[in-house]
């Protein structure tokens, strides 16, 4: 979202005219209208990028996410930006969960605050989420995460499949990714944990602003194949992927997917 509460000015020389909250609800909920079964989610850098970041420090971006009831996101690099005292205030603001499973809280005040998945039933199918984050050495000043420990993400993505698909009996697997979309040389991103994790049958990546107008498939171990989509930044877009929900039905297969720009005919 990067703090992007109005759209962009309708003289900006990128994106002009498009994103605003206001826009992004009335698509949400027309979505809504049509099918009884939505997942809502978001990858992270929720905030950061507007003067109301500044002005509200992340209390109107949480409000109007929960007024479009999100189920789930994520963090990203700049949701550290007010630190963890700063983002610990927020979060009373936020009516839905953040999921991050490999950076480890202990001894901050962010302990125990944040589980690694969720697990949602729609029409009888469970879909379980987990979410992944970036390192944030380098990234974000180190006063600002403190003693967060930052754990591999592809080991970390290999327990949360085993976790969700035998423990939780999970019939779809959606990581919610902050890692980014791709990388030269061996830093990790959506397309490496795809081709090295199986069992995780859609990215919703964030963090490299990639706009991808149709989901990309990574073949993974055993043959697995994980869709990977990012639909761009600034809630410029809204990505719309659907499922035909079948409890027990492996591999679940998307049938379509859309890229709904949230603009004026919003």
């Keep these: 979202m990067h703090s992007r509460i109005e759209p962009f000015p309708e003289n900006a020389p990128q994106w002009a005219g498009l994103g605003g ?8 909920a027309s979505v809504r209208r049509q099918e009884p079964n939505v ?29 479009m009831q999100y189920d789930a ?11 963890l005292a700063g983002l610990q205030k927020q979060l009373p603001n936020a009516g839905f969960p953040f999921l991050v499973a490999n950076y480890n809280f202990s001894g901050t005040p962010l302990a125990g605050r944040f589980q690694p998945y969720k697990v949602f039933e729609k029409a009888g199918a ?17 006063k600002n995460f403190g003693t967060t420990q930052y754990l591999d993400p592809v080991a970390v993505a290999k327990a949360q499949v085993q976790q969700l698909r035998q423990n939780e009996h999970c019939d779809l697997v959606i990581c919610l990714s902050h890692l980014g979309y ?17 069992g995780i049958d859609l990215i919703l990546g964030g963090h490299t602003h990639t706009f991808m107008p149709a989901p990309e498939p990574i ?16 809630g410029i877009n809204l990505g ?23 603009g004026a005919t919003c």
């Design 182 to 198: 791709k990388y030269e040389g061996e830093k990790i991103d959506d397309r490496k944990l795809a081709a090295q994790v199986g």
């Design 240 to 262: 719309r992927i659907d499922y035909e929900l079948r409890r027990g039905a492996r591999p679940m297969r998307a049938t379509s997917a859309l890229v709904l720009p949230v």
């Design 21 to 28: 909250m206001a826009r992004r609800e009335a698509l949400i």
């Design 126 to 142: 469970r879909i379980g989420v987990f979410g992944l984050g970036i390192e944030l050495k380098g990234l974000v000043a180190d």
């Design 39 to 67: 997942l809502l989610l978001d990858s992270g850098d929720i905030w950061q990028g507007t003067p109301y970041f500044n002005f509200f420090q992340g209390e109107l971006e949480y409000k109007l996410m929960s007024r």
């Design 73 to 83: 996101s994520t963090f990203g690099n700049h949701d550290f930006d007010n630190g």
């Design 219 to 234: 073949t993974g171990p055993n043959g697995h194949v994980t869709l990977i989509n990012q639909v761009g930044w600034s």
